[in-house]
């Protein structure tokens, strides 16, 4: 016997003293949920979203439509970028102020390639106030999952309000499911048993968060 056959085996016996009218799985547990936690305006969410951000070690920078560009590119600057990564849906107005050699986002380039950028910029599919969370879907303006795991330095553009959400359960309802989500609460870190902090193991070490108004691409 497989160890497949064995595991639905012990299954298929816990579930047969179930009545076929029992009460569905779905609907066994009480889930009223709160949606979100209190009652805030648009303004103050955001400003939740930018005070977690940061206290999650991202770095929150706030413009509006037409000094994007110019605030990207003063953040590519300020890390010593000479190359950022480049995902095919992002407008390339954003990096118009910038001399930056763009690399792009490939099915070919390697761990090793993707490890010799400098920066990476990006959309996103929405952020979470109450938890700090940005999360990205894969759509064209964010690119493939790795390359925001790889590079050292992330930037990830954020429209408000539009993109902001309160919480995780509004963000649920407005994620697709099937898309390959990435959830990211600040910079890669982790600890030790010390609690000594590391950053930069499993992503980058540098998240810089830009929260632009102005309804505009």
């Known amino acids: 016997m497989s160890s497949r056959e064995l595991i639905l085996g012990r ?17 066994a547990v009480p889930r009223g949920y709160l949606r979100e936690h209190g009652d805030r305006i648009v303004e103050e969410t955001v400003e939740l979203l930018a005070e977690n951000l940061a206290d999650y070690r991202a770095l929150v920078h706030r413009t509006d439509t037409d000094g994007l560009a110019g605030t990207i590119a003063g953040l590519l600057a300020a890390h010593g970028s000479s190359s950022v990564l480049v995902p095919p849906g992002l407008p390339q107005e954003w990096l118009a102020g910038t001399d930056a050699a ?18 990476v910029v990006t959309a996103c599919a929405l952020a979470i106030a109450e ?3 940005i999360v990205l879907d894969g759509s064209p303006d ?10 050292d330095h992330h930037i990830c553009v954020v429209r408000v309000p539009d993109q902001v959400v309160s919480s995780v359960p509004q963000a649920l309802e407005r994620l697709d499911p099937t898309r390959p989500l990435t959830w990211i609460s600040g910079p890669s870190a982790t600890s030790d048993i010390e609690l000594d902090r ?16 102005g309804g505009g691409d």
Not at 11 to 27: H, N
Not at 102 to 119: F, G, I, K, N, Y
Request: proline share 8%.
């Open 11 to 27: 299954v298929r016996r816990a579930l047969a003293d179930v009545r076929p009218d029992d009460t569905p799985y779905e609907q």
């Open 102 to 119: 763009r690399v792009a986002d490939r099915v070919e380039s390697t761990p090793h390639e993707l490890d010799q950028v400098d920066s």
């Open 131 to 133: 938890t700090g969370t």
């Open 142 to 151: 964010q690119g493939r999952r790795r390359i925001t795991l790889v590079p």
């Open 198 to 213: 590391v950053e930069g193991v499993h992503g980058p070490r540098t998240l810089e968060v830009v929260l632009v108004t």
